[in-house]
Structure formats: structure tokens, C-alpha cells
């Protein structure tokens, strides 16, 4: 059996080179320009695969004489000096048959290995960032995705394909945002590894994983709007040592982004084309039509009074709004700012080259046009990318430019308009559109509440935009001093400039109550600009050795980074003309305000090294060190640590293994590091001053500290444990298991000072916090047919994690208090930080339901007892807002050029408070829109048992109560994608190397098990695109 | 040899790379500026200082709470103080919501202004970059405003000296740090102002208004010119008056006094001054006063006759009984003006209203340490010595164009107090007058202040959470 395996690998390794050298030379390269080979030549090569896309680690020796090897580089090459003639080279590497090439003199320069995949023995390599690593001799948790993959799961940005394939890729889902274009998601790893910066005087997201673009920083934003046809391969970083690489910026995880390396040869154009269709999904909305809202406004009493004048005066104002509904008005206000948004987006690549000289052009526009009317996301970008080898020495230039510009609607915000009553008429007789829809006032002296037309301010030309201009320029460099020592180094610039303006002109319904002194203050304006730049640079040194069963590799280097942001802006008020649209017709600054501004200065240094060592593919060995110091720690503490150690054992390459038929991989692996994280105040550690800036003090103008310094604020650490098993059975069962514990110190939070320090608060480290869950992931190739190049695989993946918080701080103590205290955000849970408690725990006080007599509702207090009165003090930790459970699963088929991809995500066990229920049913403001299910399930009567408390014509507060917690479980059926490949055609008649259709539908479908409005603020969307992708 | 000169020279690149490394961490935000680069410049030392004098300034502080707001209502001087705000205060409820607030705020805006301070003397000898005797002054005025700031946080917050002099009271900060520092007793601070106070009286014998140096525009920007918004030589010299007072030290208290009204350099104002508005708050008596540049904008919506709002007044009665009938005293005549309508009977303080003149000199000053409490010192003196107090009481009346008495008063106690509440009328003086005294009673007043500890504010509850307190009552 064994014998017979051995016996078969050996003749196609045979075949294969043979087919290597006669095939390889002739047909790849036969515009390639020939070198006759001299007396004892370096051989200067390349390693690929049958896509021409570079093998990058590949080990090639002189057979015989393993002394001489070298292993191949990011780009495939490799440059190797054997001591002879006529040697024979072997070019070994996981995944790939091994390639054995005899050097003549006939052997033609460079050399072109082309590499066949071998069946069984498929692994994928790590893209770090600082090399690629082979997978089955890493010890770290990463997942690795190519372009396929991203594209098999959906075509709108790379932050929303990654969240379909990898459950610890989180977008926090933003019921307010809904599918606004514009709008960044927030995104998580695995979890919560820092506390918002809960006194809120810094933006910036501490939980955001670092993204990388080509080996350098790049913002959250720049990922969002990249261009997925540009990018190669997605790598995510997961656990100690994968990412402890990455030390101080870490803890949260890393995105590691690669974009595409042009291939050599003639040049080649590909077309990339989309053409998508947004429409608005409205099915969470249940708002009640004309006759049933007039019908609950008199329910609840807003036409009955005491007093006959009164009375009166409130039937009068019945009776005109109920002949609207007899008229037959019945207005569905929520389409009246929808549309469905109708765009493209189109990719063009232009490749070739030679091997020493290779070029990648590409030009994108891509519009996305949103559901609400007029807002537009639209990027242009372009890159070039060079790379020129000589001899030893590589250089690689990327330089892209994009330009952004982002459209809010002129129709506003669509909460505007699910408020509205339908019994409003949007257009006069004429067909104008009236500003005022209808007035109410209690009774006949009371102030008068004004109902305005949103739709209104469309028709004004207000402006709302933002738009910003980005270079990235990347510089790479390599130098192979000898078959096992490289040095490279980067160079990285960004710079974004950008600008913002809001513009709302006098004649807005923001303005229409506005009179007297404040009349002419009408009209508003702000605009802002900024700009921001990052340089970064790294060198590095690596190594590589093997010696009998031993192979190590070993990388040093060091980085330096500075990054700075700066923005100004002013708002001004006053513009009473429509037609003037340009701030200097402004009559003055707004009200109480002066010119603003803000910037950041931030650097770091680091020093990295890192090493792999494995003992004959079975036991594998990983250690990283990195020393890091930041601007933003204390003068007295700049310096951290981060470290990470994992170990491996591929127990399949044991020798007791190996005498099996089902089990092609099982590898254990486990690791421990720690990483930092900075996403912070970049001022918080100094003493700084700030002026009294609208004062003088005997002529002078005072100067006074701003906060209190702190010398030893240090780096927030996080410690991350990582278990692992990776399985795959029968050569088509994949499997994945991790088990984490990630334990966050030195948590960074306000601590509170005695006053008597001359300061309420200062940043230190204290806290803790803890993270554990475990993740899945599993793929089973059902069917497979290579020479039809048909097949059938299901995926699926899940994780489950848990935060808790283990220490806090008496600020955190005292901020409880204050929310408890405070009236703001009276109807919905607030955050509360407890020791043993998640971050995202929600706190209510329990519910007893609704008192079917009084109609109240009835609490039970901490003591047992019952009461009618909501007290903070009752509250208690009634739930956890992160699922138990989240995860994908799908389906990808192909059979003869047709192909089907399919992908659900869902989420089980989140508790929920339902701020539907609350707002649109019980809480409601009777003066507004409401759910229809006001009707059935409020109070009304003594004796009704129902589970909301009774509508009453002036709004009443309901303070978080466990009443309205649910548990969520959602099903969301996020990317279906149907295709044909041509490849089964002749295209050739047709001068096309391949062409390739799809249609795609993105976020079809959302079941949930509760009734909740989604999008409030913006509405969400189901997209369809149809794709073209296309060579020649 | 070669190896060794290797080592030391690849030892000393480490080094030098290291500590520019360090040199390149060290950013300088532009939005802010750190105290490294603000102190790299005399004038870095001129703005943190008057940051200080302007935190003192505030609204929470002497720019109305510490001086005609609640200190006002504390120790009974307004018939009105309309509203709701300080029914509270004026029944001593110190432990009621609003008070709390308002002591609260004194509290960590007083020590808001000793950080500062402490941030400057700790910086003041790292930098030699004074010209002059600008290091001596400005060292010496820091000093003495730590030694201010930490009187009037005791006078608020310390039991009554004579009385209990070990009751624990306030922490003596002398340094910029998240560090608690350790509270006090009565006395120990008492050592501790003195102590400051002394070296600051020392510094700032080269202080112009000491040594008559003549400072002119062209000198420095004018720096040095108004030293009376500043705490110059004289005003420690009346400081040092006021706290031997307040301690019982009357000897130490007359020298002090006495000194101040020999130096000759303050004067009482005009009755053309006070007639014309030119100079309502009397500029030229002030030892210290402090600049606060929107003061009668500010006290106008509290004190003046017109807005809506909380407003501090007097009825016309009691402006009379104040002022003992005598309607040709300069200050019953030009320092209120009547209500109108609703409050026609009532009367406003003017003191803090706009100057018709345009001159700084007379503009935008809240009176500290005046001339007349120097006269008064004198005549506590006096009597703690049984001699002559006419004299002294005699020299404010005839400033005031009020007749002077010729025979002593028959109750010395009530006759200070109602020439001191004349004189002190919105200045917030008052009430330390009558804790000093540690009265039982005090005018209009019907608590017994002693028992209810209404001389002793609490300390605020935010300082016992976070640092290790006991009682100051």
C-alpha cells in the first residue's frame, strides 16, 4: 500500500518535471528574453503556480547537496549558486508536488518552476504581513481568505464579505445607520478587549482590530471604500502568535490586506463590471394607516376634555383631520424619501511584464447610490504598481490615488418620517409641496404644536457632503545577500485630505418657529477641513536554515511611525436667501461659537524579532518578542513588552500516524502572548495647558492645566491563550476548533481624584477585563468532479464568546451613579460597568407586568417586595446582549461553468431590549405615527390583562424594565450569488481569455423571531448587482 | 583593543539612539501646549500665573459665590435674594442639594487654582529664563496665592482657630500630583500659610510697588505696572494682618497693618471719584483686588436693578438701618440705585457696575484686601489693648463723608460690625468677620451658628470618596 503510494508520488514527481522542463520554458515563456546559461551560473528563478500567482517560501536545493538551498520570496523568486554544472535542483513545498529540474546549458534564464497542486496535501500559507508563512508549520490562529472566497460571499466591501465567512468578524449591527452608504460600521474581534471611552471625550473605536494594507496601517475608512477586485488575499490574525508580531497596536486583532501582484507576460486587461440595484426593506415597519391612527389618537384621549369649550375647540380639530380621512387621505410617508438606488462600479487591470520588469494599472469608479433619495458614496481610485528585480535586489512601488465623495440626503434623516401621521396631505391641491402639514394645540390657549413637511427641505437646495482625496505611496526593497539571508526594508505615506459641509438655508423647517430677534439668524452652516498623514517605515532581516530535520527561520527588525491629524471648521448662522448656498453669505458665526479645531501627534518605535522552528514537519515551535514605545504613554513608561511562544505538533506526520487512510491532517497547536492597544487620546499621559481664551487677566491671557499628567500611564495589555485542533478526514472534511481566554490589564480608565488635587480625574491603569469563547469553522467537500471542474461543498462556522469584567475603578462606580442620576436616555437601559458582569450586559428593573386593575405597571423590588414606583436601585443585570452563539453556513457549487454560492448568517440567545415595543406601542407619543399593535395590547380598561401599560395623549416615560427584554435569534440570508463561467466556451474567437457572469443578492432576507424597526435613522437594504468580470 | 573601542563605540550609538528616540516620542501637541514648552519663556510663567488669578476670578469663586452671591446671603447682608437657589444656603442646610453644589465647587476650584499654582513653583527654579526681579516676583506672588487660596479654603472649611485649633481641617497642597495630600489641623495650616507667606513677603521686597521702581509701558510690555490686581508685597503685608487677626496674634497683627497704611501708597477714593461712577469700587484702596474682565456684566444679572433672574438686594429700610440714617455717607449715596415698579422699594449695589470712565485703572476689579480693613485691624488692636481705637474709625468715616465720632463707642463689638458691614457690603468679608469672632448670634440672624457649626462648611462628599478624610466639624 505504502509502498505503492510512495511508488506513485515518485513517478509523478518524475512526469512532472519532465513535463517542467520540456513544457515550462517553451510555453510560458516564449517572449521572454533568453540568456544562455555561463559556467557555473547563479540561477536566478521563479517559483508559480498553475495560475501564474507566485509561490512564495518554497524550498529550492541542489539535490545531493542540501548545504545549497534557498527558499523563494514574497513574489515567488529565489536566486540560488550551485557549485557545479549540471546539478539537479528539487523544489520542495507543502501542498505542491515536489519538482526536480536539471540544469544544462540549454536551461534557459530566469527559471520558471511551475508547481503542481498535490491532491492531498492542500495548505494554505498566513499572509503576516512581515512574510508569508506556511500554515502547517504555524502554531498561530489565523484565517486566510482569497479573493474568491470574498467574492463568493458577496461584492459590496471587504468589511461585509469577511463578516459572511468569519464569525469573529463582527460589524455591530446599527439599527439607527440601517444600509446608509456613508456610514462606517463598528467593528469587533472576537469580542471586547477595552472599555469605551466611557466619559466620551475621545472618538476613537478601542476595540477596532488594526487593518493592514500591503504591510502598512491603514484607517478603518480606507478599508471600507478599497476596491475588493484589488486585493489578493485577507488574512486575520487571531490569537498571540499571529498577531504578537504586531504587539502594541494587537490586542483587538489584525486584518491583514494584500493586494493583487501583477502577474508577468504580456499585457492582459481584465474588466470588472457591477451593476447594482438597492431597494428599501420596509418589512419591519408596521405603522398604522389614516382611519386606525385617528382611531388611537381619539382612543387615547387626545380629543376628550373635562371643559365643553374645550371639548369643543378639540372636536373641531377632529373633524377636520378625520374629513381628511374620509377624502381618502393616506399617506405612506416612509417611501416618500426612498427610491431605489441605481449605480455601478467598474474595475479595470492592466498587467505584464517582463521578469525583471513587471507593472499592474487599475482604475476604479464605483457609485453607490442608497435607498433615500440623493445619498451617494462615490470612489474613484487608481494605483500603479511597479516592480523591478536586479540581480540580488527587488524594488516594489505602489502609489494609488482615490477620491471620495460621500452625499447625505436633502430629504434628511428618514426618522422624520415614520413619525408622521398618514392623515397628512404631503402636497397642496397644486401638487406643491406644503411646509406646513397641520398644527394641534390641547386647548385653545395652549402653545400650538407645528407638524412640518421634511419633504419640504428637499426641495431647498441644502448641501450635505463630504469628500476627501487619499494618496497611499508604498515603497518596498529586498535584498538577498545569500540563499539564507534576506533584507528588506518598506517605506509607507499617506495623506488624506479632507472636507465636510452642511448648509441648510433660512426657509428650513429646523427653523420655522424661529422668530423675533432670532429671525434673522435662520440658516445654518458648517464646514470643515482636515488632513491627515501617515509616514511609516520598517527594516528587516531575515533568515532561513536547514539542516537535516531541522528548519529554523528567524526575522529581526525595527519600524518608526509618525501619524498626525489635523481639522478646523467654523459654523455660521444667518441666510434668509434660498438661493445662496456659499458660507460668506453668512450674517455671522453661529450663536455662542468661535472657529474650532483639533489635532493629533502621535510616533512609535519598535523592535521586532520573531522565530519558527520545526523538527521534521511534526514538532513546531513559535516565539515572538516586540518592544514598542508610544507618544501616548507616560514619559516614565513609553516602553512595553509584548511577547508570544506557541507550540505545534502535526501529529499526522508521525510515524504511527501514517499508516491510515482517513485522517490526512491533524495538527494541535496552543499559544500564549500579549499585545497592546492605543486607540486612544494621544494627549492623555502630558501635562498640557490651555488658554482662557475669551479673557485676560491684567492684559494677559492665562494660561491653565488641561489635565493632570500621569508618567507612568502605561500600555493596556492584553493576554491572550489560544487552544487549537485542525482535522481534516477523507481528504474532504475540514475542520477547525479554538478554545480562547483573552484577559485584559491595565485597563485604562478615568480614576477619580479627591478634588483636592486640583482634578476630578485622571487615566490610569486599573481594571481588568475577560474574554473567553471558542470558535468553529468546518467545510466538506460533498462532491467533486476536477475534470468537469465540478463540485459541491457546504461550510459552516460558528463562535460563542462571554466578557466579563473583572475589576473596575470607582470612576466606573460613580459614572453608574450619575446615569442613575441623570434624566438623559429615560426609556432605554443604560451601560453600567460592574465587577462579574459583561460590557454588554443590560440592566432593568423586573417586571410584574401590567396591574390589569390600574393599569400601572407593577416592580418588584431587590428586598422581594412589590411597587408601582421605578427606582435605579432596583436595577438588576437582566440579560447579555451578546449572542450565545453566532455564526455562517453555506453552500458553493459549480458543474460545467454554472455556479451557485449561498450564505446565511445568524445569531442565537442574544437578550434583546425591544425599543420597539417601547417606543412604538407603549411609550408612544400619541402625536406622532405608531405600531399597529397599540391597538390590541395596551391598556384600556380595568380587567384588561395586557402587556403594556395604557396610551394616554400626553407621552409617558417607561424606565427600563425587564418587560421588554427578548431574546433575540435572527437568520439572515446575506449573499446569494448565481454565475456562469464561460470557461467551457471557445472564447478565444472572441479575443477573450475568460468571461465569467454573475448576480448577486446581498441581505435579502432577515428572519427574526421578534418584531423590532430596523433602520430607523436610515433604512436597510437588499441589494442586487449583476457582475461581469472579464480578461483579454 | 579594536573589540573594546568596538563595544564603546556601538554602546554609545545604542545610548545616543535611545535617548533620541526618547527625544522623538516626546511630541508637542499644537492644540494644547505642554508645560515643558510653556515654561521654556518668562512669559510661559506670566500666563500660567494669571491663569491662576483667573480661575480665582470665576463665578464659583470670588467672582460672585465667595464674595456678593453666597457668602452675601451667608452672613445675612441682603433682604432679596430672589429664587429658590440659596433658601437653603441662607438656613446653613449646607448638606442640602444646591449648597453641596456650591460648596463643592469652591472647593474644587480653589484647588483647581493651588495645582496650577503648585505646577508654576515647581517649575520656577528648573527654568532660568527670568529677566530682572521678575523670578523673585513671580516666585513670590505664586507663594503667596498658594498661601491666599489655602486662608480662605480654612476660613471656609477649618474650625475657628481660637477655639479649636487641633480639629483636622484642610490639605495643605504644595505639589502637582494624583497623590492625596495629608489633612491638616487648624493650626498646622495656619504654620503653613505663614510659612509661604513669610518667603513671599521676602521675594517681593523687589516688588515696584515696594521699591518705587517706575514701570512704564515701554518696560516690558507694562508688566509690573497694575500691581494691585496682583498679590504684591503690600497685600501679603495685609494678609499677614488679616491672618494674625484671625489667630489672635494682635502685636503681629498692628506691625502688619500698620506697615501697609505707612508705605503710603494706597489712598481712599474721592467723593468726585465715587459721584461721577468714575470709581464705584474704590480702585485706589485696594491691597488686592482681582481682575475679572466681564465683572459688571457678570454682577449686573445678579446685582443690579433691570433683568430677570436672581437678584441680591436691599430693601430701602435696611439700606438706611445699614447705613445708621446717615444719608451723606459717600456709600449709601452713589453705590445704590431704586427698583422700579414691583421693586420700587428695593435698593441694588452698584459697587461692581461699569466705570463711566475708560481708564482700566477703575474697571472690572473685585476688591480682596482693602485700605479700610488695615484701618479696622488698628482698631481691634486697639481695643484688645484697651487704648484709643477712635483714631482708626475715624480715618474710613472721614474718607466716607460721614461725621467722625468724638467719644468712644459704648459697645466696641457693635460698632465694628456695623462700620464693617458698611464698608464690606458685597464683598463677602462679613461672614469670616463673624467666624472669626465665632458669634453666636449675628445681625438679622436667628440661628444659633455656634451649635448648628455654620461657621464650618463640610468637605464635599466627592473629597471623602476619594481620599482618606475625617471630619473638619
Known sequence: MNKKLKRRIRWSVFTFAFLGLLGAPTILFSQVQMTPIKAIPKVLGKVIDKNKSPISGAIISVKGNPKIATTSNNTGEFLLSPEKEGETLLITILGYKAQEITLTNDTKLPLIVTLEESADQIEEVVVTGYGNRQKSTFTGNASTFNKEDLERVGNRNVLQSLQNLDPSFILAENLNLGSNPNGLPDILLRGKSALDDVRGDYAGNPNQPLFLIDGFEASLQRVYDLDMNRIASVTILKDAAAKAIYGAKAANGVVVIETIVPAEGAMRVSYNGNFNVEAPDLSSYNLTNASEKLEIERIAGRYTSANPVTQQFLNEQYNALLKNVVEGVDTYWLSQPLRTGIASKHTLFLEGGNPALRYGIDFTHNKVAGVMKGS????????????????????????????????????????????????????????????????????????????????????????????????????????????????????????????????????????????????????????????????????????????????????????????????????????????????????????????????????????????????????????????????VFGSDSRWGTFWSAGLGWNLHNEPFFRNQEFIDLLRIRGSIGSTGSQNFNPYQAMATYNFFNSSTYDNISGAYLYSLANDNLKWQQTVDQNVGIDIRLFKRWNMQFNYFVNNTNNLLIDFTLPPSTGFYSYKENIGSLQNRGFEATTSYLAYSNP??????????????????????????????????????????????????????????????????????????????????????????????????????????????????????????????????????????????????????????????????????????????????LQQKNELTLSSVNVYYDFKWKNLKKYHLQNLKCGVYVNEAFVFSNITIERGLDYPFARTFSFSLQTTF | MKKISLIFIS????????????????????????????????????????????????????????????????????????????????????????????????????????????????????????????????????????????????????????????????????????????????????????????????????????????????????????????????????????????????????????SVIDGNKFSFTTQA???????????????????????????????????????????????????????????????????????????????????????????????????????????EYANHTQTDALPYFNAVRRARGISELSTAPVDFRAFMTTEFRKEFIGEGQFFYYYKRLNQQAILNGSHDMVAEKAYIFPLPDSEYEAANRVSNR
Request: proline share 3%.
Open chain 2, 11 to 258: 554602546a554609545i550609538s545604542t545610548i545616543s539612539v535611545y535617548t533620541s528616540c526618547n527625544k522623538w516620542l516626546d511630541v508637542q501637541p499644537n492644540s494644547q501646549i505642554r508645560d515643558s514648552e510653556l515654561f521654556e519663556t518668562e512669559q510661559g510663567f506670566k500666563e500660567a500665573l494669571a491663569g491662576v488669578y483667573t480661575i480665582l476670578g470665576n463665578q464659583s469663586l470670588y467672582g460672585g459665590q465667595l464674595t456678593y452671591q453666597m457668602m452675601g446671603v451667608l452672613s445675612k447682608e441682603w433682604s432679596n435674594y430672589s429664587g429658590l437657589n440659596y433658601d437653603d444656603m441662607a438656613n446653613y442646610d449646607y448638606v442640602a442639594t444646591l449648597p453641596q453644589q456650591y460648596i463643592e465647587n469652591v472647593w474644587s476650584n480653589m484647588y483647581q487654582a493651588v495645582s496650577n499654582t503648585n505646577n508654576i513653583l515647581a517649575k520656577i527654579d528648573q527654568y532660568p529664563v527670568f529677566r530682572g526681579d521678575n523670578y523673585a516676583i513671580i516666585k513670590g506672588e505664586a507663594l503667596a496665592l498658594r498661601a491666599f487660596i489655602h486662608f480662605d479654603l480654612l476660613r471656609c472649611f477649618g474650625a475657628n482657630y481660637m477655639v479649636s485649633p487641633n480639629q483636622p481641617a484642610i490639605p495643605y497642597v504644595t505639589r502637582y500630583t494624583s497623590k492625596q495630600t495629608n489633612q491638616s489641623t487648624v493650626s498646622e495650616t495656619i504654620t503653613q500659610i505663614l510659612d509661604d507667606l513669610i518667603e513671599a513677603k521676602k521675594l517681593l521686597e523687589k516688588d515696584p510697588i515696594f521699591t518705587g521702581r517706575v514701570v512704564t509701558q515701554l518696560d516690558d510690555n507694562g508688566y509690573l505696572i497694575n500691581r494691585q490686581v496682583h498679590l504684591n508685597y503690600y497685600a501679603v503685608e495685609g494678609l499677614l494682618a488679616r491672618i494674625y487677626l484671625y489667630i489672635g496674634q494682635y502685636d503681629n497683627a498692628y506691625a502688619s497693618a500698620k
Open chain 1, 376 to 631: 451617494d458614496r462615490t470612489n474613484n481610485s487608481g494605483s500603479i504598481n511597479l516592480s523591478y528585480r536586479n540581480g540580488k535586489i527587488l524594488f516594489r512601488n505602489i502609489l494609488n490615488v482615490t477620491f471620495n465623495r460621500a452625499d447625505n440626503s436633502p430629504y434628511g434623516m428618514f426618522s422624520e418620517y415614520s413619525v408622521l401621521n398618514p392623515y397628512f396631505k404631503p402636497h397642496d391641491d397644486n401638487g406643491n409641496v406644503t411646509k406646513l402639514l397641520g398644527t394641534f394645540q390641547t386647548t385653545p390657549r395652549s402653545t400650538m404644536s407645528y407638524f412640518f413637511n421634511p419633504l419640504y427641505n428637499a426641495e431647498l437646495g441644502t448641501k450635505d457632503f463630504s469628500k476627501y482625496t487619499e494618496v497611499t505611496e508604498n515603497f518596498y526593497t529586498e535584498y538577498q545577500h545569500s540563499p539564507n539571508l534576506r533584507f528588506t526594508a518598506r517605506v509607507g505615506y499617506t495623506y488624506n485630505g479632507n472636507t465636510a459641509e452642511r448648509f441648510l438655508p433660512g426657509d428650513h423647517t429646523n427653523f420655522a418657529t424661529w422668530g423675533g430677534e432670532d429671525f434673522y439668524r435662520r440658516g445654518s452652516y458648517r464646514i470643515t477641513d482636515g488632513e491627515s498623514s501617515t509616514l511609516s517605515s520598517d527594516v528587516f532581516v531575515n533568515w532561513t536554515k536547514k539542516w537535516k530535520k531541522h528548519i529554523v527561520f528567524a526575522n529581526g527588525g525595527a519600524n518608526l511611525a509618525a501619524f498626525l491629524t489635523q481639522s478646523h471648521g467654523m459654523s455660521a448662522e444667518g441666510f434668509l436667501n434660498n438661493r445662496v448656498d456659499f458660507i460668506s453669505f453668512a450674517r455671522q458665526y453661529t450663536q455662542g461659537t468661535v472657529p474650532f479645531g483639533s489635532e493629533t501627534i502621535q510616533r512609535e518605535i519598535g523592535l521586532i524579532g520573531f522565530a519558527n522552528y520545526s523538527y521534521d514537519d511534526r514538532f513546531l515551535v513559535d516565539i515572538s518578542i516586540r518592544r514598542n514605545a508610544s507618544s
Open chain 2, 273 to 379: 471719584n465715587a459721584s461721577s461712577q468714575t470709581d464705584l469700587v474704590g480702585a485706589s484702596e485696594h491691597l488686592f483686588a482681582l481682575n475679572i474682565f466681564d465683572l459688571a456684566q457678570r454682577s449686573q444679572m445678579f446685582l443690579e436693578y433691570g433683568t430677570d433672574g436672581i437678584k441680591f438686594n436691599l430693601t430701602q429700610t435696611q439700606r438706611l438701618n445699614y447705613f445708621d440714617n446717615d444719608t451723606d455717607d459717600y456709600r449709601y449715596l452713589y453705590l445704590f440705585e431704586g427698583g422700579a415698579g414691583a421693586d420700587a422699594n428695593n435698593r441694588y449695589l452698584l459697587k461692581y457696575s461699569e466705570s463711566t470712565s475708560d481708564d482700566i485703572y477703575y474697571q472690572s476689579k473685585m476688591p480682596i484686601i482693602k485700605l479700610a480693613e488695615m484701618y479696622y485691624i488698628l482698631a
Open chain 1, 787 to 964: 475534470e468537469q471542474q465540478s463540485f459541491l461543498s457546504f461550510t459552516a462556522a460558528f463562535m460563542g464568546n462571554q466578557n466579563k469584567i473583572t475589576k473596575i475603578a470607582d470612576a466606573l462606580r460613580q459614572l453608574n451613579e450619575e446615569q442613575d442620576n441623570s434624566n438623559a436616555n429615560l426609556n432605554a437601559p443604560k451601560t453600567r460597568y460592574e465587577e462579574g458582569q459583561s460590557t454588554s450586559t443590560i440592566w432593568a428593573v423586573p417586571s410584574l407586568g401590567i396591574d390589569p386593575i390600574t393599569g400601572q405597571e407593577l416592580f418588584q423590588k431587590k428586598d422581594g417586595s412589590t411597587t408601582y414606583v421605578w427606582s435605579a436601585d432596583d436595577q438588576i443585570a437582566v440579560g447579555v446582549s451578546d449572542p450565545t452563539l453566532r455564526g455562517n453556513f453555506g453552500v458553493n457549487m459549480e458543474y460545467k461553468g454554472w455556479g451557485l454560492n449561498a450564505t446565511m448568517r445568524y445569531i442565537l440567545g442574544a437578550d434583546y431590549y425591544n425599543a420597539t415595543l417601547v417606543n412604538r406601542i407603549e411609550n408612544v407619543n400619541i402625536a406622532n405615527n405608531v405600531d399597529k399593535r397599540v391597538f390590541e395590547n395596551t391598556w384600556q380598561q380595568p380587567g384588561d390583562v395586557v402587556p403594556f401599560k395604557r396610551i394616554s395623549p400626553t407621552p409617558t416615560t417607561t424606565r427600563p424594565t425587564d418587560r421588554f
